[in-house]
């Protein structure tokens, strides 16, 4: 893959992602990732400081699927689903098979009875990997949202 290439290459990821987000493809989300991923959700605050620990925190793709097997089987929370906007990754850089990538998103939540709502905003700071066959798998997502307020919601990924 070259250079000219890694930036759509990383805007189809990031929609296929936000995809399978959206039409409640839970089951899919793992497969985005390597097995030995990192994907946790902060703010912008402790980000900028330089605090790893986020409200979600999975260190692997195992802890990623017990993630979603908890919200098929054990959560209660009200029913909802999410519809994301995804811009154009705002900064690609590649080091051989290893690709980092800044791609900012709004996420809109969509609930039965109520008018959907700007949920979060924020930047997927991602470290990719090239697979064998040209594909990426994100090895590193951290999910920087805008604000230090976080809805009580938050369950599914984002």
Not at 51 to 65: N, R
Not at 118 to 132: A, N, Q
Not at 135 to 157: G, N
Request: glycine share 4%; aromatic share 10%.
């Amino acid at each position: 893959m070259n250079n000219y290439q890694l930036p759509f290459a990383v805007s189809q990821l990031q929609a296929a992602y936000a995809q399978a987000i959206d039409d409640d493809r839970l089951e899919a989300w793992p497969d985005f990732f390597t097995d030995d991923c990192f994907y946790s959700i902060t703010s912008h605050e402790n980000h900028a400081r330089g605090l790893e620990a986020g409200i979600i925190y999975c260190d692997s793709k195992g802890m990623l699927k017990d993630r979603v097997s908890g919200l098929r089987e054990a959560n209660i929370y009200e029913r909802h689903r999410y519809r994301h906007l995804v811009a154009m990754p705002s900064m690609v850089q590649a080091d051989g098979d290893r690709v980092k990538a800044t791609t900012p998103f709004a996420v809109y939540r969509i609930t039965r009875n109520k008018p959907s709502e700007l949920f979060v905003t924020g930047c997927y700071h991602d470290e990719l990997r090239i697979s064998g066959e040209d594909t990426l798998k994100i090895a590193r997502r951290v999910v920087v949202c805008d604000s230090s307020v976080f809805d009580t919601l938050l369950a599914i990924p984002l």
